[in-house]
């Protein structure tokens, strides 16, 4: 693609909202399976959170958040993904996991 | 499930520990599908992203960035997430999308 500016090339500039658009669009559709994949998960997590609750079970567990974030960075890896956001993406919902836990054991 | 700790029912404990093996097995898969989701959104937004520099338009979006955040919470909603969490989730996303368009561009 050129690399003329919207004001010098109309056409160039129509093409590329056009490209922007069906970008988005893709976007769009994986954030609706994100936002899903998301809900399953906190099913799945709350009900960890209920299991640790009744049987005294410490919120977080590090020896599995360190297996998990090995995992995580080893599949963004093969994924062509910066294994340092996985990593981080991981800790973003631990944290709200172990902020869900805490509140089911209150 | 009754409420017996694991110190007073070693049955129970044990029945917990396979119930929770099992849900954990879930969020690992569950994870290593977000992985692949993410590594295919940020395929799309890296292309966003080398489009808005080659047309000159701002990283940043505000109205796009609007219509997500209130596209994903009705989405959440309707998937019995908590909106707030899918709102801090989009903005958890830009905010990286960002850093990399600015990369794009410097």
């Known amino acids: 693609m050129s690399q003329t500016t919207d004001r010098s ?3 160039d500039s129509t093409r ?5 658009g069906k970008l988005r669009s893709s976007i ?3 954030d609706a399976a994100l936002i899903h994949m998301l809900a399953e998960r ?3 997590t709350q009900a960890v959170g209920e299991l640790k609750a009744q049987h005294d079970l410490p ?3 590090p020896a599995r958040e360190e297996k998990q974030i090995a995992r995580l ?6 994924a062509d993904l910066d294994p340092a956001f ?8 631990i944290e709200e996991v172990i902020r869900n836990h805490k509140a089911i054991r209150g």
């Open 9 to 11: 090339d109309g056409g």
């Open 16 to 20: 590329a909202t056009e490209v922007l």
């Open 28 to 30: 769009d559709n994986i």
């Open 42 to 44: 906190f099913k799945c």
């Open 59 to 61: 919120p977080a567990d």
């Open 73 to 78: 960075r080893t599949l963004a890896e093969d």
């Open 86 to 93: 996985a990593e981080k993406f991981l800790n973003f919902l």
